[in-house]
Structures are given as structure tokens and as C-alpha cells.
């Protein structure tokens, strides 16, 4: 999944998918516009917190760091916990480069807010992906 050519938009399209059960809700934006952030270290908000799908996405954390060029930084928090301040980390002056949620309604829900920039461009420059997943990230 890591390539030499690996950028921070791929990383972050990667990561999502690194979560299994857990689907890409998208890049967190603050509600003042701040969308878009080309460079710079990475935040990865998580509610994976099972010993392996924390270890995996402290693996994925650990490739990308290996690039070079920007670090990642992975903060895992327990589900309900996650669940009831996610609301609060989307609309914070800093909120997360990415997130991990579950697909449904509520992620909708901050898309619809504006919470969340849109991703769907990756699937038509990165890998080859099913139809239920190219689905799954314009619905």
C-alpha cells in the first residue's frame, strides 16, 4: 500500500481504508474554511481501538513516518468517548487532518454540515477499488 511516490492525500485516503470496519469518513475541516492543507504534519483522530486495529494503523502511522517528508501522528481514543466529542474535534479551531467512523447517517450528517472536505476524486486516481467501495464514498 506505502509507495515511494505516496502522497499526504494518498496517505490520508490510505489510512481510511487501513480501518477495515471502520470507513473513511474524510478529511475534518474547521468550520472557518480552514480545507485544503497541502503540507505539514497529520493528524489521525481513531476509535479503532482493538489491540490489532490499533496496531494496524499504528503500522500504517509508522510507513508513512518513514517517508521523510511530513510525520503522522495517530491519537486513539474509546469508542464512546470518541462518539460523543467527535461533534467537538470537527468543529474545533484545530480539528483532525482524518478521522475513522463508520459509514451512515451521522457521517452524512457532518458532510452536509460542511465538516468534511470531499475525497470522492480519490477512487478515480488511486488503485482499483470494488464498486461497493467507489459507491460507498459518494453516497
Do not use: H
Amino acid at each position: 500500500m506505502i509507495t515511494p511516490g505516496l502522497t499526504r492525500r494518498n496517505f490520508l485516503a490510505g489510512v481510511g481504508m487501513a480501518g477495515a470496519a471502520a470507513v473513511l469518513g474524510g478529511c475534518a475541516t474547521s468550520v472557518s474554511g480552514n480545507s485544503g492543507q497541502t503540507g505539514g504534519a497529520v493528524t489521525v483522530e481513531s476509535n479503532l481501538s482493538a489491540p490489532q486495529a490499533k496496531a494496524a494503523m499504528q503500522a500504517l502511522i509508522a510507513e508513512y513516518d518513514k517517508r521523510g517528508s511530513t510525520q503522522a501522528s495517530l491519537n486513539t481514543v474509546a469508542a464512546e468517548t470518541y462518539r460523543t466529542q467527535l461533534p467537538t474535534y470537527l468543529t474545533s479551531a484545530n480539528p483532525p487532518d482524518l478521522y475513522t467512523w463508520y459509514a451512515g447517517s451521522v457521517a452524512r450528517s457532518y458532510a452536509d454540515k460542511g465538516l468534511l472536505l470531499d475525497l470522492s476524486d480519490i477512487w478515480r486516481t488511486m488503485g482499483t477499488y470494488t464498486p461497493a467501495l467507489r459507491a460507498m464514498s459518494t453516497d
